[in-house]
């Protein structure tokens, strides 16, 4: 593989943990989100990573072993809404309680999603990494031929 192409994948990494990171933002601030346009509480989101594949190769023309060598960096394969339901809290004096004084609240941890954001922020910064060691190859190549 090319340094070039090296630097796509790290490209395409960073595209993806930059939308990873602004979903766990998004739940962390919509973590006391009791009403939502579509009603109800605000649900927790996920990013659901996937190989990317060389432009015109098939999903199903992939080696039948755990590593997928045909795959060329990251993508966001989609953003799927948590299934897990929300916490009821007795609260009767809240604008959202029921009859019974209860509020249905996102079934969000804030330590969790704050560790996902710290994942996402430290495989971010590596892909940097990566990128600025293949610049100086690139850079070191280069002089070597002038």
Known sequence: MNLFGVMTI?????LAER??????ASNLAN???TRTPEGGPYQREHVVFAA??????????QLATMVDFTARGVQVDGVITDSTPPVRRFEPGHPDADAQGYV???AINPIEEAVNL???ARAYQANVSAVQATKAMISSALEILA
């Open 31 to 33: 973590a006391e989100t």
């Open 10 to 14: 790290s490209g395409t990494a960073l």
């Open 52 to 61: 990317r594949r060389p432009f015109g190769m098939p999903f199903g023309q």
């Open 19 to 24: 939308q990873r990171a602004e979903i766990v």
């Open 118 to 120: 710290m994942g996402a």
């Open 104 to 106: 249905l609240s996102p």
